[in-house]
């Protein structure tokens, strides 16, 4: 009897429990419910709107460039421009830098500008006056040249053979040149060997010309 009771009683509190359980709210599952999942098609995938992107980009614009500075009138005046500051050894040695090119170029160079004058003068048939003068001043800068290097490996270069034998051709005509400004007048121009005559000096200027043609490019090819 005893024992009945105590299967009934288990009966009775299993019965209450399990209603209790199905009294209790359900918040997990009302929280889920509440989600919303986008509509699903199966022939044509996500069917829901698409969020508005273009509020988040700004179209871009071309804009025209402007100067960051104006021009002002006289910003290149010779009067506002500082003068070379060429006794500071940092400008001389870092901005301006050093030459590094030899003596013998930089003396090459200085005599090369003195044919090309030399070359004009001839071209132009200038006057024995004008001749001379230029002849002149390339022989003393010749004689400077030569006892710089005649005692040097530099005496042993072409460039300074031809340049050797180009001035003595040079002070050549213009000796013959100057003794014919004296001497013409007493010389007959139809007597054979007349050094005198225009027509022996022309020839003299167009071989001499011809000569320092070619040792001017032999001196431009020094390096």
Do not use: W
């Amino acid at each position: 009897m005893c024992m009945k009771r105590f299967i009934a009683l288990s009966l009775i509190l299993s019965i209450t429990l399990s209603s209790a359980s199905f009294a209790l709210p359900k918040i997990g599952k009302e929280k889920k419910s509440k989600e919303v999942f986008p509509e699903m098609s199966d022939s044509k995938g996500y069917v829901g709107t698409l969020p508005n992107l273009e509020e988040h980009f700004k179209q871009f614009q071309e804009e025209e460039a402007k100067p960051l500075f104006e021009y002002q009138d006289g910003f290149n005046s010779p009067d506002d421009i500082k003068p070379t500051p060429r006794d500071n050894p940092s400008f001389v040695n870092i901005i301006l830098k050093k030459d590094k090119s030899s003596d013998y170029v930089n003396d090459i160079n200085t005599i090369i500008e003195i044919l090309d004058k030399l070359e004009t003068i001839i071209e132009e048939k200038a006057n024995v006056q004008v001749f001379n003068s230029k002849a002149y001043y390339l022989d003393k800068y010749v004689e400077y040249f030569r006892d710089k290097y005649q005692n040097k490996a530099e005496s042993s270069f072409i460039s300074f053979k031809e340049l050797m034998e180009l001035n003595t051709q040079v002070q050549a005509i213009a000796q013959l040149r100057a003794e014919s400004e004296i001497y013409s007048p007493y010389v007959s121009t139809e007597s054979s060997g007349n050094a005198f005559s225009p027509h022996n000096i022309n020839n003299q200027l167009e071989y001499l010309l011809t000569n320092l043609r070619k040792t001017m490019i032999t001196l431009k090819e020094v390096r």
